[in-house]
């Protein structure tokens, strides 16, 4: 087994072991509390769908750590289930530069982790903050290549920084950390073909277990690979066959997690920029008729968003096409935009028949041009240069305030807003204790 000294990894556990000594700045620990929000929101607002639902009934046991949809369950379990419903809607966070949705699995291992007997009160925030910088880091340039070689980055970098968060708030040893993320490294993986398919969701359910399951087993001694993140038969190298990127060490300065970006759309983020601008000319048509469509995208945003027909809701969210013909015909593309109804609409067919999509990769994946020919032979045209959600543009407090109720309220009622302020607040294990009440309502 390789020595933990090669550049990459010595970064990764030191970076790792500093946490609880680290100077982590207010406006950090405040995109850390956002990320918190965000992922209950989603998750809670998912109780009711399939995927967690299957999940939990067909794998639930015994154990001390709460399922948002009810009951309690081991740990490993427990953030299998919350981190399936955390992405089920295709609403959680997204870090670009990665192109990873870091929060969904990452806050699922740390709440199971957190539940378990024999832990001390710790700083989750703190481990959180940990755990995402891990990801967001490592992910740089390697999460884009992994979706363009149909590898899905929230499988791999989830699992990651899920295990270095937990790593961070059961405050483990160098070597325990070593061990941990080398047991991270060699569980990871899911396939981009299974978007718009429960299996999806499952990926960030599974990164969240994977860690779990690599903390536990590190802390009780069990051992793994130091080289994961080095050596040329590593975790980038074995996942990019030709071996054009590889691992940066992760001692930069800047803080990743505010580089993150929300979701004001339940889509692929890479349809994102499109219904921005589908939903600009919604309000200039003035009741004129389309005939055709015309999106301008990144090429990365065709090949995971590019279904023409979607058949159900989950393959509607990975569909430019019904994206933008939501935007196009009024609607917000929430969370109840992608059901049946929706997809049976004819006026939503009839507008998706006359989308065509054009690759431009001179455009950020966060960039649209979106043009429309109406039937009276004018046109009309929208571009968005950077999404709403973005850093670039960014959804404020009243934004996923906003966000959260809208998820929230349908289950929890008036409820909804006392578990929003008290969500705020959360700083450690102990006050996440206190939640469950409130989690389970």
Known sequence: MAGATTPVAKSVIDFIAAAQNRDFPNEVIEAARTCLVDWSGVALGATGERPGAVVADALRDEGPAPVLSGGRASAPVAALINGTLAHTLDFDDTHVASLTHISGPTWAAVLALAFLPQQ???????????????????????????????????????????????????????????????LAATQAGGLTISFGTMAKPFHAGKAAMNAVIAVQLARAG???????????????????????????????????????????????????????????IHGRLDGKQIASIQA????????????????????????????????????TASAADFCAARLADPLLARLGSHVELIADDSLKETAATVSVRLEDGTSIAAKTAFALGTPENPMRWPDMNVKFLSLVEPAFGTAATALLDRLKTVRTTTDCAALVPALAH
């Not at 930069?252 to 339940?266: C, S």
């Open 222 to 280: 069990f051992t793994a690979s130091h080289a994961a993140f080095d050596d040329p038969e590593g975790l980038a190298k074995a996942f990019l066959q030709d071996r054009t990127l590889a691992f940066e060490p992760v001692d930069r300065a800047d803080w990743q997690i505010l580089q993150n970006t929300f979701k004001p759309y339940a889509s692929c983020l890479l349809t994102h920029a499109s219904v921005d601008c589908a939903r600009d």
């Open 120 to 182: 001390q009160s710790s700083d989750v925030l703190r481990a959180f903050v940990t755990g995402f910088e891990i990801g967001a880091r490592l992910g740089n340039k390697i999460g884009p290549a992994l979706l363009a070689r149909r590898i899905h980055a929230t499988a791999v970098i989830g699992t990651l920084a899920a295990t270095a968060a937990g790593c961070a708030l059961f405050h483990l040893g160098k070597t325990e950390i070593a061990n941990a993320m080398g």
């Open 296 to 331: 301008r995208v990144h090429p990365l945003a065709i090949q995971l968003a590019g279904k023409m027909k979607p058949t159900t809701p989950l393959e509607g969210k990975f569909s430019l096409a019904f994206c933008i013909s939501l935007g196009l015909a009024g609607h």
